[in-house]
């Protein structure tokens, strides 16, 4: 009996093992590909449990993740010929399980040798065709998008895709750095100089046109006081003339009265005049004549 049982025992763990070696399952994280004797057969399996032939297949999987490639900083040329030291990293995933094993037997490292290797040349001549100023107050999104664009191209035949490449930091060497940042202060200040300058020069536009405006405006204001004095003087004559012509003696009478508030009775005033002087000919007659016997004949 116990030898009867223990044959089942045997006959049910080869069973076990003939389906487990039978079944594979693929993770949502992970994409596999099925060999035959080592020939690709299918690389196309959804997550979840698939079956294969024991000893004839085999089975790989590979992440279906964004990878991270992070390298030490890099120093790279820039159009003046001066070396700038750039840290940066990579962002890519495996797009074609196929072409991506075919191109690298299925080795991450193989992979990322190669990726380092693509966006290093991208990297090379974006900065040899910028100078350092450019560089450093460029952009970071626009400096690398058409290096991106050429990179992605270079690496489709890897089976992967670069996602993003980024730039951390971009670092002078210290022999270059003094210079750069002289070089930078001096643009500065230049640009500093020609604001200013063309600020001053349209301040004295503007101080001039409001100085000539304002010559033009008293000019204009003088002329039209003059006029109106003119044809007020004008005026006053033509009155004068007509009450002259209407009685003469009480025109003279009444001009008399004016030089009398006009010059008499005001505190330090003195008038050295004859007392026998046409000015106080109206003081001395009421009538205004010249003489006592004219005054009495009239």
Not at 73 to 87: A, N, Q, S, Y
Not at 167 to 186: A, C, H, N, T, Y
């Amino acid at each position: 009996m116990s030898n009867k049982f223990s044959a089942v025992l045997v006959v049910l763990a080869l069973a076990a093992l003939a389906v487990s070696m039978s079944v594979f399952i693929v993770d949502e994280r992970e994409m596999a590909i099925k060999f035959r004797f080592g020939e690709i057969m299918r690389s196309d399996y959804e997550p979840g449990l698939h079956f294969k032939v024991p000893i004839v297949n085999n089975i790989r999987t590979f992440p279906d993740l964004i990878l991270t490639l992070d390298n030490r900083p890099e120093r790279f040329l820039t159009g003046e010929r001066k070396f700038v030291l750039v840290d940066f990293f990579v962002k890519w995933r495996i797009s074609d399980i196929d072409s991506f094993y075919r191109a690298t037997r299925g080795d991450e490292l193989v992979a990322s040798n190669r990726l380092l290797s693509i966006v290093r040349d991208g990297l090379r001549d974006t900065f040899a065709e910028r100078t350092i100023q450019e560089v450093v107050s460029a952009e970071r999104s626009a400096l690398l998008t058409d290096m991106l664009t050429s990179a992605r191209a270079a690496s489709s035949d890897l089976g992967v895709t670069i996602v993003d490449v980024r730039v951390k930091r971009i670092d002078l060497p210290d022999e270059v750095s003094g210079s750069v940042f002289e070089r930078m202060r001096q643009e500065r200040a230049r640009v500093a100089s020609q604001l200013r300058a063309e600020g001053a020069e349209q301040s004295e536009k503007l101080r001039a046109e409001a100085d000539r405006q304002r010559t033009v405006m008293l000019a204009e204001a003088y002329r039209e006081a003059e006029q109106i004095r003119g044809e007020g003087d004008a005026r006053a004559a033509e009155i004068y003339a007509e009450a002259f012509s209407q009685n003469t003696e009480f025109y003279y009478f009444h001009r008399s009265l004016e030089a009398y508030r006009r010059s008499v009775g005001r505190d330090g005033d003195i008038l050295v005049l004859k007392p026998d002087s046409d000015f106080f000919r109206y003081f001395r007659y009421r009538n205004g004549a010249e003489s006592q016997a004219e005054a009495v004949a009239e």
